[in-house]
């Protein structure tokens, strides 16, 4: 896995990206300056993104960039509470429902947030016979990736193939809702922990039920 110059994009894509939000010329979140993440799948791991990006009808660079990201978030709150995997990515899933039964704001973010949850047909890309994807980040997202990876003691690639076990469908509601609030999903997430931790707290019944950090 390496990082690359973005593709230059052509005027006719930045003409039209002035006007509207769209995934199709732009896989990434509108405002951002990425760098591109160079990453070779093995065969069924490009198969089942090939698969989720057509039933999403989404980029798949996308979906390999939430299930990663949000499998990295998932796996951290994990470690540093006393919640299972199951009971995170239920809490994640009940935060990003409730937020987007209430959001009613404009602008390009929020624009990108309801296109992921009701997808843009002709977004959709698929990983070539080769197994080799790009993936759109903001730099700090993908040094970020880089030192998770180099504490794991794993090779980036070799770290990022394994978290994408992470259900595309879930992990896309939670870079959905974590973009229309302004954050970056693992900042979502974690806000989201705390949140549910503070609640628990301040209930009666918390001194039956500990979670904490």
């Excluded at 047909?121 to 030192?147: F, H, K, Q």
């Amino acid at each position: 896995m390496r990082l690359v110059p973005p593709p230059h994009p052509s005027r006719e894509r930045l003409r039209a990206s002035r006007h509207r939000v769209t995934l199709a010329g732009a896989p990434y979140r509108p405002g951002e300056l990425p760098v591109a993440l160079a990453v070779r799948l093995p065969a069924e791991r490009a198969e089942w993104a090939n698969e989720s990006a057509a039933r999403s009808r989404l980029p798949v660079e996308l979906i390999l960039r939430a299930s990663i990201d949000g499998a990295r978030a998932r796996d951290f709150l994990t470690a540093v509470t006393a919640h299972s995997r199951t009971a995170i990515a239920e809490l994640l899933d009940a935060a990003a429902a409730r937020l987007m039964a209430t959001i009613t704001a404009e602008g390009k973010l929020s624009e990108y947030s309801r296109l992921l949850r009701r997808g843009e047909p002709a977004s959709v890309t698929r990983i070539n016979a080769d197994g080799a994807a790009e993936l759109l980040l903001p730099l700090e997202l993908a040094l970020a990736w880089r030192l998770d990876a180099a504490n794991a003691g794993r090779p980036l690639e070799q770290w990022a193939t394994g978290l994408l076990g992470c259900p595309p469908a879930e992990a896309i509601d939670w870079e959905s809702a974590a973009a229309s609030s302004g954050r970056s999903l693992g900042e979502w997430a974690y806000a989201c922990a705390l949140s549910s931790i503070a609640a628990v707290s301040a209930s009666p019944h918390s001194r039956a039920n500990p979670i904490g950090l």
